[in-house]
């Protein structure tokens, strides 16, 4: 599946390619961590950011899926209402190699593509 969407950064539009065998779905988090300082602001923030309206605006801008069952779907861009497959991930391997594979996408990979 594939669908153009408007670039976060308002440079023009961005094609997002979702192939047919699946794609990983990594789940964002946030939390109110007990005992913490500041927790009356981390309230605050929390509450902001999980709105209907910020997570609306997150998955326009942002292509973050909203967890929340009551978002208006509508109100999301069409690839997000469209059905995909999860692709299956190996928990246990990207505990173990993921920090070596963010080391190479930033030594190896990032901003080469200029």
Do not use: C
């Amino acid at each position: 599946m594939s669908a153009d969407s408007a670039s976060p950064t308002g440079s023009g539009a961005t094609r997002i390619n979702i192939p047919a065998s699946g794609t990983p779905v990594v789940i964002d988090a946030i939390a109110l961590v007990r005992g913490a300082p500041n927790e009356a602001e981390a309230k605050r923030f929390y509450e902001f950011v999980t709105t209907p309206e910020s997570l609306i605006h997150s998955g326009r801008n942002y292509y973050r899926l909203p967890v929340r069952k009551d978002i208006d779907r509508t109100q999301l861009p069409d690839w997000m209402n469209a059905p995909f497959t999860r692709m299956p991930l190996d928990w246990e391997l990207l505990r173990k190699q993921g920090n070596e594979w963010l080391r190479y996408w930033d030594t190896e990979i990032r901003g080469r593509a200029k």
